[in-house]
T-cell receptor, first 115, second 112 residues
């Protein structure tokens, strides 16, 4: 069964450093998403991406964040200058569409720890 | 007022019990409702997906939506220790909105 994969599973970085989180969505999916989950908190939407551009973003997704689909398979989330409060699980998801029956499938997540 | 409210538990039940998990929401624009299961340090896994008021059954799981009360439920019959996980409700609006709004999740433990 196809699945969303994410690398690395755990990333430790120093405050102020740039990090890139990588995702390989399900191959025939067209919509891609990033969510984050701070320990003990809700899963929160960050951004959705379709046709090589951002389609929606939340207020969390500020200028420190960017997304890219550098090739036909990868989808990345970059945080330019990490802060302590960026420590969280970051989940990538993908869906075929955004219609009534299009569900989002989540990857296993990348645990980001900012020291 | 928070958009989606979900009792975080923890909820502990004996094996074989019927489990009832619930969420309330405030935004009447939500049209589609999902339940995800999340094991520790894993990504959410879709369990059930509904978009109308009423019940939907899949094996031991039943999802119930009451749009008039803005209330959704997930029932698990004959619960098993392997059902021990955190259960997240999620919902989204209609139209082109794709982002999911999640509840905080209810941690369920089924004791053998």
């Amino acid at each position: 069964e196809p699945e969303v994969t994410q690398t690395p599973s755990h990333q430790v970085t120093q405050m102020g450093q740039e990090v890139i989180l990588r995702c390989v969505p399900i191959s025939n999916h067209l919509y891609f998403y990033w969510y984050r989950q701070i320990l003990g908190q809700k899963v929160e939407f960050l951004v959705s991406f379709y046709n090589n551009e951002i389609s929606e973003k939340s207020e969390i997704f500020d200028d420190q964040f960017s997304v890219e689909r550098p090739d036909g398979s990868n989808f990345t989330l970059k945080i330019r200058s990490t802060k302590l409060e960026d420590s969280a699980m970051y989940f990538c998801a993908s869906s075929r569409g955004q219609g009534a029956l299009d569900t989002q499938y989540f990857g296993p997540g990348t645990r980001l720890t900012v020291l | 007022q928070k958009e989606v409210e979900q009792d975080p538990g923890p909820l502990s039940v004996p094996e074989g019990a019927i489990v009832s998990l619930n969420c309330t929401y405030s935004n009447s624009a939500f049209q589609y409702f999902m339940w995800y299961r999340q094991y520790s340090r894993k990504g959410p896994e879709l369990l059930m997906y509904t978009y109308s008021s009423g019940n939907k059954e899949d094996g031991r799981f039943t999802a119930q939506v009451d749009k008039s009360s803005k209330y959704i439920s997930l029932f698990i019959r004959d619960s098993q220790p392997s059902d021990s996980a955190t259960y997240l409700c999620a919902m989204k609006g209609g139209g082109s909105q794709g982002n999911l709004i999640f509840g905080k999740g209810t941690k369920l433990s089924v004791k053998p």
